[in-house]
C-alpha cells in the first residue's frame, strides 16, 4: 500500500526537495526493538536507578549525549548538552530491617519481624542507624497554626517514633487544598518530627521517595498500610474507622499505641552531589521562524537504589526512550522551520527540581516555545492520549491527523487543567505553573501490572509495540508542526 504522506502534514508546506519517499523511510526506521533496547539499557544495574545526585545518573545523562552527539543533534548549551546544579543523595546499602514487639490491651507482648519489599521500603533519604522506641500514630503529622490545626498537640513524641500518614485534612475544593500544601508535604512532615523531637518515622506509603529531605537525626521508612492496620488491630483499635475520622472531622486522631517498634537504616549522606539537565536541539531552518521552539522532553532520574535496585523502567526509561528514537529519526530529515528541542530533566522524583530550574532560566525564551510537550510513563497501554489537546487545537490537529493516517490507535484529549490540587506532580505542570504551554503524552488502557516506585518496574512490564507507536507518533507530530506556516496559541478554554 502507497502512503500519501503529503496529506497528513496539513498545515506544514514541507521543503520541497524533502520526498515522501525519505520521510516515510526514516518513520518505518522506527522500531519496537529500537525503543526497547533505549529503555533496557537506562534500567540495567551499570546507572543504579539514575538517582538524581549520585554518579549513576550522571553517568545515563552521559549515554543519552552520546547519542544526540552520534545522530548530530547540536549541543542545546554552547557546546554542551548539560547544565549542572548542586544535588545531595543517599545511598542505601542495603533494605535495612523493621521489626516490632507489639503489646496487646492485656500487655502480652508478640514479637514481628517485617520483610522487604512486601511490608515496607527503607527511606531513601534516611539517616543511617537503629532507633528503637514507642511508635505513637499522629495522623498526618501536621502542624499548621494558620487553620488551628495540630496533629501532635495532646501527644508526647519526644523520644519516640511517630507514624504519619500523606495527605492533609481538606478535601473539598482546589482553593482549600492548595492553602494546605506547604503543611503537607513529606519533608515538612519530616522536618516536624524532628522539631517535635521524635527519633523517628513509619511513613504510610510504600512508595520509594527520594524527594524527602535527609535529617542526620532521624531514621525513617515506608510502611504498608496492611501494617499500620496491624498495629492498629493489636490495641483493638479500628485503623480504617480513625483514619475515616481523621479525614471527615478534619480533627486530629493521634493515638500512643504502645507498641515498641525498631527501624534499622543503613546508608551514606552525599552532600555534594550534582545532577545536570541536558538539552539536545534541531535548529530551524526559516529566518523569520527558525527562533520558535518546540520542546518535548521527559525526566531521565529514577528512584535509585533501595538495597535492591529500582530499575525505573516505565517510569521513566520509557519516556527517554520514546523521545531518543523520534529524535534520532528525526535528525535524518531537512531541518524544520521551527527549532526542535529534546529536553531530558533531571531531579524530578527529587520535587520537580530540573524542570524548576528550567523555568526560573530557561534556555529559550517563553514568549519563543510554542509548547512542551512531557513524557512521563509512556511504555504501557494501548491507546493514545494528548493533554491538552482541547485548549491548543492547533497544536493538537498535527498529532491527530499523524495518527489517523498511520498510527491507527485509540486517541483521547482534554483540556489543560487549571485547577489541580497541591503542588504540580510532573514536570509538565511544574512548567504550566510559570508560564509555559504544557501539554503532555501519555499511554491509555494498561496492557500490564503497573509497578509505582518498585522494584518491580523492569524493563518487563513495558510494551515495546505502543513505545514504537508513540515514537513514530511524536516523530511525525513534532515535524509537521515545526513546519506548520503559523500556529493559533490562543488558549481555548473549556465551556462552563
Not at 37 to 59: F, I, M, Q
Not at 157 to 163: E, P, Q, R
Request: proline share 5%; hydrophobic share 35%; net charge negative.
Amino acid at each position: 500500500m502507497r502512503y500519501t504522506f503529503l496529506s497528513l502534514l496539513l498545515a506544514c508546506q514541507l521543503l520541497s526537495a524533502q520526498t515522501e519517499e525519505e520521510l516515510l523511510k526514516h518513520f518505518h526506521s522506527i522500531t519496537a526493538n529500537e525503543v526497547f533496547a533505549y529503555a533496557k539499557t537506562l534500567s540495567e544495574p551499570e546507572y543504579d536507578g539514575r538517582l538524581a545526585g549520585s554518579p549513576g545518573y550522571t553517568k545515563s545523562a552521559e549515554w543519552v549525549t552520546a547519542h544526540l552527539k552520534k545522530w548530530e543533534i547540536q549541543p542545546g548549551y554552547g557546546n554542551s548538552y548539560f547544565k549542572h546544579f548542586p544535588q545531595d543523595y543517599t545511598t542505601v546499602k542495603s533494605a535495612g530491617r523493621l521489626s516490632a514487639t507489639l503489646i496487646d490491651i492485656k500487655g502480652n507482648a508478640i514479637e514481628k519481624k517485617y520483610s522487604f519489599p512486601e511490608h515496607y521500603y527503607p527511606g531513601s533519604n534516611s539517616a543511617s542507624g537503629q532507633v528503637e522506641a514507642e511508635v505513637v500514630y499522629v495522623g498526618y503529622g501536621i502542624t499548621a497554626p494558620k487553620h488551628q490545626y495540630d496533629d501532635y498537640k495532646n501527644v508526647d513524641v519526644s523520644g519516640k517514633i511517630v507514624m504519619i500518614e500523606t495527605g492533609h485534612p481538606k478535601l473539598k475544593n482546589a482553593s482549600e487544598w492548595n492553602d494546605w500544601v506547604d503543611y503537607a508535604g513529606s519533608s515538612i512532615k519530616l522536618s516536624n518530627a524532628v522539631k517535635h523531637s521524635a527519633l523517628g518515622v513509619l511513613y504510610i506509603s510504600k512508595l520509594a521517595s527520594p524527594g524527602m529531605k535527609y535529617h542526620k537525626e532521624l531514621i525513617y521508612c515506608h510502611i504498608d498500610e496492611k501494617l499500620a492496620e496491624e498495629l492498629f488491630f493489636a490495641r483493638q483499635l479500628n485503623y480504617k474507622k480513625v483514619k475515616e475520622e481523621l479525614k471527615e472531622k478534619n480533627k486530629p486522631q493521634s493515638i500512643s499505641l504502645k507498641h515498641v517498634v525498631s527501624i534499622a537504616a543503613d546508608t551514606e549522606y552525599h552532600p555534594d552531589g550534582s545532577y545536570a539537565n541536558v538539552i539536545g536541539i534541531i535548529p530551524g531552518s526559516d529566518p523569520k521562524l527558525k527562533d520558535e521552539v518546540i520542546m518535548v522532553g521527559a525526566h531521565l532520574d529514577g528512584q535509585g537504589n533501595l538495597g535492591e535496585l529500582f530499575p525505573g523502567a516505565l517510569d521513566n526509561a520509557s519516556g527517554v526512550a520514546d523521545i531518543m528514537a523520534a529524535a534520532r529519526a528525526l535528525s535524518n530529515l531537512p531541518a524544520p522551520k521551527r527549532t526542535i528541542a529534546f529536553f531530558f530533566i533531571g531531579a524530578e522524583e527529587k520535587g520537580l527540581l530540573g524542570a524548576l530550574e528550567y523555568a526560573n532560566d530557561p534556555l529559550f525564551l517563553k514568549d519563543k516555545t510554542v509548547c512542551y510537550i512531557n513524557l512521563d510513563m509512556v511504555g504501557n497501554g494501548a491507546g493514545l492520549y494528548f493533554g491538552g489537546g482541547q485548549s491548543f487545537p492547533d497544536i493538537f490537529t498535527h498529532f491527530e491527523k499523524a495518527n489517523e493516517q498511520y498510527i491507527h490507535r485509540p486517541l483521547k484529549t482534554n483540556y489543560l487543567n487549571r485547577a489541580y490540587k497541591g503542588r504540580p506532580r510532573t514536570d509538565g505542570m511544574a512548567l504550566s505553573q510559570h508560564g509555559f504551554r504544557a501539554l503532555s503524552v501519555h499511554c491509555t488502557d494498561r496492557v500490564k501490572k503497573l509497578y509505582y516506585h518498585h522494584p518491580a518496574d523492569t524493563p518487563e512490564t513495558l510494551v515495546p509495540e505502543i513505545m514504537e507507536d508513540v515514537s513514530k507518533w511524536l516523530y511525525l507530530g513534532l515535524y509537521s508542526l515545526a513546519n506548520a506556516e503559523s500556529i493559533d496559541l490562543n488558549e481555548k478554554l473549556k465551556a462552563e
